[in-house]
């Protein structure tokens, strides 16, 4: 693919933080497409995915997640809800008022997308018109809460003893994890990273009804130790009009470990969003029914 022409921006916030944009392809779009990196992440993870689309009339927009990459912190504390902020804020800053919007989203961009469909349902199907939620969940992620068995709420004791840690001793928490397991310099600092660990484990969406008006896809790794394929499926369950698809031997980190089932999916959904539209401007279009759980597993290789 020829590489595609692109733009940086920063994007203030009303707390002081600054996020960085990059966007790539025409001024003129048919379609922008939003990608959100997840926890610890940057918006490098969505190279191989913006290389691999075969779509010259879209606009692909990615942004570091405050407190990452090249995105300041700002002084309001970490929450879901706050990222969905500066989704919307990202939205508004990219998308003209009659150009549709896709919504992509990895892990903690994932619950960002989640966390703005609960907030602002007016925005599903009128200017948000499709979505794909990859290796995400929308809660229970907190292994120390109740109903997990007791090794298990062990280990999220553990995790949020070391949050704390973190949070509390950063230049102590830096040294001993480098005993462990050196830290990439592109991850941002340990009580940054420790303050998004607490707010994606208080992380909870219920009211999902919105997503129904729009196609939604879900993309899994089959074996995703981080954030499991039983998240994924009750997100189906939330969703009944999404349709759900595993990759066979999938991670977490999908979209740097498999491209190119990402890149599958990410154009099916363009497709499917800008097909809606139409079809929504013409007739009405009925979105109460879904595949069904017979249906909602397509499996990628």
Known sequence: MPETPCTYVGLPRPDGARLALELHGP?????????????????????????????????VVRYDQRGHGRSTTGTARPTMSLLADDLQAVIDATAP????????????????????AEARPHLIGDKVTGALLVATSSGGLDLAGAGHPLRSRLVGLLRHAMAGVCVRAPGMAYRLHNLWQPRLSTQPPMDVAARWFKALMRHNVTQLEALRRVPVHILVGENDPTIPPAHSHRLAEQIPTARLHVVPRGCHRLPTRHSSSVVEVVELACSEALQHLHEAGSEPVDTTTGLGPAEVHTPLV
Do not use: N, Y
């Open 97 to 116: 008022e009659d150009v549709p919007v896709v919504l992509v989203g990895h892990s903690m961009g994932g619950a960002a997308v989640l966390a703005l």
């Open 27 to 59: 001024c003129d779009p048919d379609l922008v497409l939003v990608l959100a990196h997840g926890w610890q992440a940057t918006s490098a993870i969505w190279d191989k995915t913006v290389a691999q689309l075969a779509r010259p009339t879209t606009l």
